[in-house]
């Protein structure tokens, strides 16, 4: 495994601190800084007065498109399946919380890597978690940890509104690995006592998802033909019905899980469903348009019936027990994507913390 290694951080000349020492203040260490719940999980805490410490694959590209919006982390080189580069991450930093962003998260795709899925999403969970107990044994003290879990644990055969305890039947390399981990943490949380969160993530969407998502493709689709452009996109399914909301809304929820004074597992997610066809249909509106369908394909093989229909959550257990509940409706997650994709086409700037409005929900 390589060597865990110190990055300079956007915009400050903060060095990794000395191994065995204690930070001042407050530390999060936030693994898979890079994605886009990294950096919303990264502002949040930053402009709570926290350090953060994000790590990145050895080599990864997706460090430079994020840059921008990352000013104040230490970024540091970590592969996530290296257990001893954690440790080291672990002695070096002493952070107070860990938030587990990191991980292979292309659900269709995990079925040419499925080797690599299990060991960079379940295996390395646990490794982490074994190295967190073994640090409390010699400190006294273990860090709180978060799992970023996902609501394709609970396989096709959903009937929602779904609760955090509905059986999970995963039928992917990509929803088996996320249930293991997040069954992992419930177990190292009742046998070591670890502060586990296992957070139940529903699809979550931004401006700064990378486009190989279908939400990022549907806001650039709607752009690129308001400019005149000859675009078009596949898809399997046009009534797909996934619950939708804002990875920012999603960023405070991991939060306030970990702030909570008691580990649980929860669900985010709005409680209501949307589906392609309503998602291309807002997306075109907001650039005056209604002919989203004229710039779509059909193939249906690319659609599974091991895929679920329907996902639906039920976020009861995280408003009554965290205060947590989206801010960001459907219509205003999917019309802030489209408007930031026609800032992009008409400066030609990828990324800029210009596309962040000042209260932080885009």
């Not at 050895?58 to 580069?85: A, N, W």
């Not at 269709?108 to 960079?120: F, P, R």
């Not at 939708?244 to 939060?255: E, K, N, R």
């Not at 409706?329 to 700037?349: H, I, N, Y």
């Amino acid at each position: 495994m390589p060597e865990t290694a110190p990055v300079p951080p956007p915009g400050t000349g903060t060095e990794s601190a000395t191994a065995g020492s204690r930070p001042q203040g407050r530390v999060a260490l936030v693994t898979g800084v890079a994605g886009q719940d990294g950096m919303y999980v990264s502002r949040l805490l930053l402009s709570r007065g926290w350090t953060v410490v994000g790590t990145i694959r050895p080599g990864t590209r997706s460090v430079e498109r994020m840059r921008p919006y990352l000013d104040g982390v230490t970024l540091v080189e970590h592969d996530q399946r290296d257990v001893e580069g954690f440790e080291r991450l672990l002695e070096a930093h002493r952070p107070d919380s860990v938030y587990n962003l990191a991980g292979f998260s292309a659900v269709q795709a995990s079925w040419q890597a499925a080797t690599e899925v299990m060991l960079t999403n379940s295996v390395a969970v646990v490794d982490m978690l074994e190295a967190i107990v073994r640090l409390g044994e010699r400190t006294g003290s273990m860090p709180r940890f978060l799992q970023a879990s996902s609501a394709e644990m609970y396989g096709p055969a959903t009937t929602g509104p779904l609760t955090e305890a509905v059986a999970h039947d995963p039928r992917t390399p990509y929803a088996v690995s996320k249930s293991a981990a997040h069954y992992a943490v419930n177990a190292y949380r009742d046998r070591h006592e670890v502060f586990g969160c296992g957070m139940i993530m529903f699809n979550h969407e931004s401006p700064f998802r990378g486009r190989q998502f279908i939400a990022g493709k549907v806001a650039r689709l709607a752009a690129e033909v308001s400019r005149g452009l000859p675009s078009r996109m596949t898809l399997g399914a046009l009534d797909v019905e996934r619950d939708w909301l804002s990875a920012a809304d999603v960023a405070a929820g991991l939060v306030a899980a970990l702030d909570h004074d008691a580990p649980g597992d929860y669900i985010l997610a709005t409680g209501h469903g949307h589906t392609l066809r309503d998602m291309l249909t807002v997306a075109f509106a907001a650039v005056g348009r209604d002919d989203a369908l004229d710039h779509v394909d059909l193939e249906p093989t690319l659609w599974s019936a091991i895929q679920a229909a329907r996902l639906v959550g039920d976020p009861s257990h995280a408003r009554e027990t965290l205060g947590w509940r989206p801010t960001v409706d459907f219509e205003q997650l999917v019309t802030g994507m489209v408007e930031v994709e026609l800032e992009r086409l008409a400066s030609g700037v990828e990324e800029s913390a210009h596309y962040l409005r000042p209260d932080g929900r885009r």
